[in-house]
């Protein structure tokens, strides 16, 4: 604490001697020493405290701490796991795909042109994706039910050879329907 050599506690002797006087220096310098000692005590015991708490803060953190890495342990873990089973899953549709493409292939070869079945349905096809239907299809229905609005005007000229559209009028009058004639 004090760096106090053996002249300096030489002269305070001294001192304390000469102020004091032979009597009392005794009685003194026991109460001094008892101040001394109950000093160091209660310093001892504020050190001793203090440590006690770092320990036990010390003791804490490493406690947190090995805590910390424990789940962070067990999320590595699980993370690994659901990593491995996802990779799993991943290999198994693979190989279901590649089991699948072998077996059966995804398009089938397109028959040739001249293939009179294939003519047929390419001509469905056209007709169902709204294409025109050709003038033998039109002339093998009757007018009536390709047009069902439309109304034949009953007066046809022989000399008029291009279909005209007149206007004719419904009962109703929010509806306008228009007439061709052939």
Same mark, same amino acid.
């Given at each position: ?39 160091? %005590? ?6 001793? !405290? ?6 036990? =803060?010390?003791l804490k953190r490493s406690v947190k701490a090995s805590e910390l890495t424990q789940s962070l342990q067990e999320a590595k873990q699980a993370l690994q796991e659901s990593v ?7 290999? #198994?549709? !693979? ?12 398009? =089938? ?7 009179? !079945? ?9 007709? %169902? ?5 050709? =003038?033998?299809?039109?002339?093998? %229905?009757?007018? =009536? ?14 000399? %008029?050879?291009?279909?005209?559209? #007149? ?16």
């Amino acid at each position: 604490m004090f760096d106090v050599g053996l002249m300096e506690m030489l002269v305070i002797g001294v001192v304390a001697l000469i102020v004091l006087g032979p009597e009392r220096l005794p009685k003194a310098a026991r109460k001094l020493g008892f101040y001394v000692r109950k000093a160091r %005590q209660s310093w001892h015991s504020v050190r001793a !405290e203090f440590e006690r708490e770092l320990a036990t =803060e010390e003791l804490k953190r490493s406690v947190k701490a090995s805590e910390l890495t424990q789940s962070l342990q067990e999320a590595k873990q699980a993370l690994q796991e659901s990593v491995s089973d996802v990779r799993d899953e991943f290999k #198994q549709g !693979e190989a279901a795909l590649r089991a699948a493409a072998q077996a059966k292939p995804l398009l =089938e070869p397109m028959p040739l042109e001249t293939d009179p !079945e294939w003519d047929s349905v390419r001509s469905d096809a056209r007709r %169902q994706i709204g294409r025109a239907p050709s =003038e033998a299809e039109l002339a093998a %229905q009757p007018v =009536e039910a390709l047009l069902p609005e439309i109304v034949v005007a009953s007066n046809v000229d022989a000399a %008029q050879t291009t279909p005209s559209i #007149q206007e004719v009028t419904d009962p109703s009058p929010s509806v306008t329907k228009q007439a061709a004639t052939p």
